[in-house]
């Protein structure tokens, strides 16, 4: 039972920064149709910069005013910059190709990862950097299974992150207008909403949600590289299907879920199978739920069927 | 028709570029071959490598050796393997069509033990950084090391934790490539044959950063020593979950984590963690010290786990082609498998008929005070 608690604190958090991450694949996927796959360099980018200003404020003393300044410092640096990027990746490689054959926007997208991680190669160097350890976490007990104060601050950063989400999505004039033009971008156009303002919007907020999740990744593990955005970009597209692509919740569900399923599997796969299955085949486990949920709902758990645009 | 001409055209412009890329090499070039991962994940330890095979290469051209009676020029032709064996493969046939005089890599078991193949089927000698058994045992004479083999540190290792850190039960966790595997398994074999037990055996992958799952299971199972086949990428933040989760038992591991980048990672989680290094501390040495004061002149930096040990490989490549005064390859392959030599890492450099390198201490370190400090020296029996 204890370890079961463990395995589900461990997943809760790694599924909340999935899910983050996931919420920009989806919006953008929902409102174009395409899958930005530079998306999780966005998220390296909010790291490395995010790594980079913490390190220079961060003081001597773990836990004093110095580490409310580093972590500030960080937001305050990280998010525009990730605005800026997944801004001007928008406005330089993919608007003008926004009637082109959906292969080639998604070609694009390839390519600026490609240039975000040779870009972030040169600023940073090859070499990992390391976050400061500027909270010194406090662990608590829960019956045996252990909840560090970042793992609790991560879970709940991302929930609150999430509602403030849906609030502007269906609470807010541009809320509204983005669900308009995910539905018809023409007709949306034709009743005055401005759809590029709408695009760019989409593009902000996943890119600023991307630089929170990047900050969080590299807070909780101490670890940025410039090539982590590919592995963890490719999980959270994979929540993102998982859930349906294109719906807001369903890129929630999808990364909570996510994350669960891979500590629960690489957990319990091995005493499951007798030793015949290890802790390695975490990976095929999450991935075949994701193909099983996919045969019996081909538009992902809360999809909506929506023939041809989906 | 028409893309036909362009091909045309492209290919007559290839034909030129390569016709005088061949024209501009001098007479007198030496050319080594090296490969390593030198974007990606492992780039950091590719970068390692690179500079200490130039700081020696530079190092050699000052010296004016003179090969033939010719003052020779060596030169380092870098290609980038991405640790992918495949990869590997088409960079070793690459750097075999360019006719390199000798090979200075690769870096990781997975990707070396493809190459060899190329690389012995061309009859051109290897110098390589992986510790895979594998490696030197399938049978071929071009195949060297820079390093001491897997069954060597492990067996020192296990060792050391049954023996000396008094630890009955072992956790093992291996990342799955030919390295961490190899390693892994060897240290499985020392840790029982010194009476020791394996109470848990996890995998991971060489990308994951998250260990929580497979370290609460470690947890359960209440080792007093966890030893880890791995990156320091990935030992680092190992070791901060470690804590996290409340494990006391310490973390041992490989060269790999020996590294200044697992300390920065692990943060004030790194103090107490074992790792192993082959030979003896290079400040123990006066070629050692020498060779820490270049790379700092050369590089702006403290030289890494690695490069001492590409430093030494490369002058044994070329010591052995100044005694065979030839840089024909089946003129100096004889003198470098019976080459001996005072390195920065070791005072006997030799290899024995496999190409393994026949001095066999393996030194274990410790994080004291957010520093490597050494524990003790030990002679592996394996070999």
Not at chain 2, 39 to 47: A, W
Not at chain 2, 125 to 134: G, L
Not at chain 2, 238 to 267: N, W
Request: some cysteine.
């Amino acid at each position: 039972m204890e370890l079961f608690v463990q395995q589900l604190i461990n997943g809760i958090t790694l599924g909340s920064v999935y899910a983050l991450v996931a919420l920009g694949y989806t919006m953008v996927y929902g409102i174009i149709g395409l899958i930005n796959f530079a998306h999780g360099d966005v998220v390296m980018i909010g790291a490395m910069a995010a790594t980079m200003v913490a390190a220079s404020l961060a003081g001597a003393d773990p836990g004093g005013a110095s580490a409310w300044l580093a972590m500030g410092g960080a937001l305050a640096v990280a998010v525009p910059l990730c605005m800026a990027v997944g801004w001007s990746a928008e406005r330089i490689a993919y608007r003008p190709l926004r009637r082109a054959p959906r292969l080639a926007a998604l070609i694009t997208a390839i390519g600026v990862s490609i240039i975000l991680q040779n870009v972030a190669m040169m600023v940073w160097g090859r070499n990992y950097l390391n976050f400061p350890q500027v909270l010194s976490p406090t662990v608590y007990d829960l019956g045996g299974a252990r909840l560090s104060s970042l793992q609790a601050a991560i879970v709940a950063a991302a929930a609150a992150i999430m509602a403030g989400l849906s609030l502007v999505v269906h609470r807010t004039r541009l809320g509204t207008a983005m669900r308009a033009t995910a539905q018809n971008r023409e007709v949306a156009g034709l009743m005055g909403v401005d759809i590029n303002t709408v695009i760019s919007a989409a593009f902000l907020i996943g890119s600023a949600l991307a630089a929170v999740a990047g900050i969080m990744v590299t807070a909780y593990y101490g670890v940025a590289q410039y090539t982590m955005g590919f592995m963890l970009g490719l999980k959270a597209f994979t929540a993102a299907v998982l859930g349906g692509i294109g719906n807001l919740g369903g890129a929630m569900l999808g990364g909570l879920l996510l994350g669960v399923i891979e500590a629960l599997g690489s957990g319990y796969i091995g005493d499951l199978t007798g030793g015949f299955l290890g802790s390695h085949y975490q990976d095929v486990f999450a991935f075949m739920v994701l193909v099983v949920v996919l045969i019996f709902r081909p538009s992902g758990l809360l999809g909506e069927r929506v023939g041809d645009r989906a | 028709m028409k893309s036909d001409r362009k091909l045309q055209h492209l290919a007559a412009a290839c034909a030129a570029a390569l016709g005088l890329a061949a024209g501009a090499a001098h007479a007198e070039d030496i050319r080594f071959g090296f490969a390593a991962p030198l974007t990606g994940p492992q780039s950091h330890y590719g970068e390692d490598m690179q500079n200490g095979l130039t700081l020696a290469l530079e190092e050699a051209n000052k010296q004016g050796i003179e090969i033939d009676g010719e003052k020779a020029n060596f030169v380092l032709v870098s290609k980038d393997d991405q640790a992918d064996p495949r990869v590997a493969v088409q960079v070793a046939q690459q750097l075999v069509d360019e006719g390199v005089d000798g090979i200075l890599g690769h870096f990781n078991s997975g990707t070396t033990i493809p190459a060899s193949r190329v690389y012995n089927d061309a009859g051109l000698p290897q110098i390589a950084m992986a510790t895979s058994p594998e490696y030197t045992d399938q049978g071929y004479d071009t195949t060297f090391r820079m390093m001491t083999s897997d069954t060597q540190q492990g067996a020192a290792v296990g060792k050391f934790m049954v023996e000396d850190l008094g630890a009955k039960k072992i956790a093992l966790i291996d990342d799955r490539t030919a390295y961490g595997q190899g390693l892994a398994d060897e240290v499985e074999k020392a840790v029982k044959a010194a009476g020791g037990e394996i109470v848990r055996r996890e995998y991971t992958t060489d990308k994951s950063n998250d260990f929580t799952s497979i370290l609460t299971n470690i947890r359960g199972a209440a080792p007093d020593a966890v030893f880890f086949g791995g990156v320091d990428a990935q030992s680092g933040p190992m070791k901060r979950q470690l804590a996290t989760l409340g494990v006391k038992a310490p973390l041992v591991s490989g060269e790999m984590t020996r590294s200044d980048t697992f300390i920065k990672l692990a943060g004030d989680a790194a103090e107490g963690t074992y790792a192993s290094l082959a030979g003896v501390p290079l400040a123990q040495m006066a070629a050692g010290k020498d060779f820490e004061a270049a790379y700092q002149a050369r590089f702006k930096k403290a030289p890494g786990v690695y490069a001492p040990y590409a430093y030494d490989g490369a002058w044994n490549m070329i010591a052995a082609i100044r005694k065979a005064d030839s840089a024909a390859p089946e003129d100096y392959l004889p003198e470098l498998a019976r080459l001996e030599r005072k390195g920065a890492t070791s005072e006997h450099i030799a290899y024995d008929d496999k190409g393994d390198l026949k001095e066999i201490a393996v030194t274990i370190y410790q994080v004291k005070g957010g520093k490597w400090e050494m524990v003790k020296t030990m002679v592996s029996q394996a070999n």
